[in-house]
């Protein structure tokens, strides 16, 4: 029973880095007409894809997640808010291992989202 309560809260935390909720902030903020956040998002989510075929076998859960604790993070400028969220993505981070992935596979998957993220960082400067 405990086990199978765990595994269901890494799971849940595992989805935070989901295409639906990726794109539940990012409709979000379009409703907000926040336009360096949306182009941000949509410029890391493109890289993403990208990335995706050059690096193979990662976790994109764990990629998408980092462009939405990073920019949401900037986007509040808010410490609690950044400490609460780095947070819940270190627990994201802890479940991805304790659901046994690999390793390999959740570092890819990290590479591609802190590179995501600085190509939505700084191609959104450009727009």
Do not use: C
């Amino acid at each position: 029973m405990k086990k199978s309560w765990l595994k269901e809260i890494a799971r849940d935390l595992l989805a935070l880095g989901s295409i639906p909720f990726y794109f539940l902030v990012v409709i979000r903020a379009i409703i907000g007409k926040y336009e360096l956040f949306i182009n941000q998002m949509v410029i890391a989510a493109i890289a993403i894809f990208i990335l995706y075929f050059v690096i193979k076998g990662s976790n994109l859960h764990i990629a998408r997640s980092i462009p939405i604790v990073v920019f949401t993070s900037l986007f509040y400028n808010e410490m609690l808010f950044a400490v609460f969220a780095v947070l819940v993505w270190v627990l994201l981070l802890v479940s991805a291992f304790y659901i046994n992935r690999k390793v390999g596979f959740v570092i890819r998957g990290l590479i591609i989202g802190v590179i995501s993220s600085l190509v939505g960082y700084y191609g959104a400067l450009f727009m």
